[in-house]
């Protein structure tokens, strides 16, 4: 079992800027490929962010390339979302995700991530 908690959600015009955190409990942090997904209102929930499990690799749905970037910190079992450049689209709860050993490179289903956090809500204001 891996526990997923994030933070750092919150009310944001747009332009500015979030870093979203969550912290993993449980099993070897480091041996889990991490995502991110969000949901928003009326929609289905859909990928935003991945990592692998040494930070190697990365991979990010189009609508946030060059605005959103995915780290992880293996010794504090956090992994972080940064975003810049925030929009009224981006307004969605945030879910932290884990995908089990062996993944390698991040994968976008959501199927294929086992455990999830609760959300953390952004709301982005024009």
């Known amino acids: 079992q891996v526990q997923l908690v994030e933070s750092g959600g919150g009310l944001v015009q747009a332009g500015g800027s979030l870093r979203l955190s969550c912290a993993a409990s449980g099993r070897t942090f480091s041996n889990y490929v991490m995502g991110w997904f969000r949901q928003a209102p009326g929609k289905e929930r859909e990928f935003v962010a991945g990592?692998?499990?040494?930070?190697?690799?990365?991979r990010y749905t189009d609508s946030v390339k060059g605005r959103f970037t995915i780290s992880r910190d293996n010794a504090k079992n956090t992994v972080y979302l940064q975003m810049n450049s925030l929009k009224p689209d981006d307004t969605a709860v945030y879910y932290c995700?884990?995908?089990?050993?062996?993944?390698?490179?991040?994968?976008?289903?959501?199927?294929?991530?086992?455990?999830w956090g609760q959300g953390t809500q952004v709301t982005v204001s024009s």
């Open positions: 990592i692998g499990w040494s930070g190697a690799w990365t």
């Open positions: 995700a884990a995908d089990p050993p062996p993944g390698g490179y991040p994968r976008t289903e959501e199927g294929e991530y086992h455990y």
